[in-house]
């Protein structure tokens, strides 16, 4: 016999942000809950459990005993595994909440191992291909992209990351010993402004789904796309800046001490905690950096699309909306 569905609290949508979504800090504290690094260790059924939750109570359906906390914290859970878009669960790797752990060893690695060029080309290829699965896993999914695209993008992400690492390398060893510790942010953040566009060509060519304020389809935008990618380059060069600048100043600093020298054996280790440390708080920030539901003016857009929305709506439709990826 199956148990008495209870109906879900009244006023109560799963989909509604907890939080104000139209400011950072409202964000942020969206962002904070999504990338929480311990739903990373969270087993494949209770997974499945949050989703059927989620899932039933989109349907008006809980079962009984399920308070509001519990619900919330399903949809946490849900939120971290799930795809936006399609609603299938994500590969562990791309998962938002496996940016920390998942960035801070090779991030950590990148900045430790940076003097010769086999370890330089080696973490940097590491790097791009963690990225290139992070990048089709967040993909806006209406989008589809071939595998021959994903080949070609990765493959240009990492010729550029490791062109822009080897030649500064070689470029610095006349330089002061900081700036040789700084290439590898050079090199991450050249690559990403490669690997996000490449990986997400398809928005570029054939545009972006735009919606009015009330999600009614206007059209697609191949503007709407290049702004919305645009921003996403800029919160994941943000995301890989403080921990990529700072970090190097902290440890050339330390590595003058003699006990530092004694032990040099846990550089590579202290390297991926103190960069664990940044992503912490990096990860959810450059998240929140730009609202998930992008808007852009009327005035922005392509003439055609413009002038087909300005024919059906006149001028009840300053601005587009749509969905920029993660």
């Known amino acids: 016999s ?4 209870a109906t879900v609290p009244l006023g109560f949508d799963i989909d509604a942000p907890r939080w104000d979504q139209s400011t950072f800090l409202g964000r942020l504290r969206h962002f904070l809950n999504i990338t929480d690094p311990r739903t990373a260790l969270v087993p494949e059924e209770q997974l499945d459990r949050a989703k059927a939750l989620v899932e039933g109570c989109r349907a008006g359906l809980v079962p009984p005993g399920n308070s509001q906390e519990q619900l919330l914290y399903a949809k946490k859970l849900y939120d971290s595994a799930f795809h936006p878009d399609s609603g299938e669960k994500m590969n562990l790797i791309g998962r938002m909440s496996f940016q920390v752990p998942g960035g801070m060893a090779l991030t950590g690695c990148m900045l430790q191992f940076y003097r010769t060029v086999p370890a330089v080309i080696f973490w940097q290829w590491v790097n791009q291909s963690f990225n290139a699965i992070v990048n089709y896993t967040n993909r806006n999914a209406a989008s589809p992209i071939s595998l021959r695209q994903i080949g070609v993008a990765y493959v240009m992400a990492t010729g550029t990351a490791l062109a822009t690492a ?26 990403n402004c490669v690997n996000i566009p490449m990986m997400r060509q398809q928005e570029i060519i054939n545009g972006i789904t735009v919606t009015d304020g009330d999600n009614n389809e206007l059209g697609c935008s191949r503007r709407a796309a290049v702004k919305g990618i645009a921003q996403v380059v800029v919160s994941r ?34 390297q991926v905690l103190l960069c664990g440390g940044f992503l912490l708080f990096m990860v959810p920030t450059a998240c929140a950096l730009f609202p998930q539901r ?10 055609e699309l413009r002038d087909s929305i300005v024919a059906k709506h006149g001028d009840k439709v300053p601005y587009v909306y749509f969905n920029k990826g993660l």
């Not at 080897?166 to 690559?191: I, M, Q, S």
């Not at 890989?240 to 040099?264: D, N, T, V, W």
């Open 166 to 191: 080897v030649g500064l390398n070689l470029y610095t060893k006349r330089a002061p010993p900081l700036l040789a510790r700084w290439v590898p942010f050079a090199a991450v953040a050249a690559a």
């Open 294 to 303: 992008c808007s852009l003016a009327l005035a922005d857009l392509e003439p």
């Open 2 to 5: 199956c148990p008495a569905m």
């Open 237 to 270: 060069i943000t995301m890989a800046a403080p921990g990529m600048i700072i970090l190097p100043i902290i440890m050339e600093r330390l590595e003058k001490f003699p006990f530092m020298q004694r032990i040099r054996v846990l550089h590579a280790p202290l």
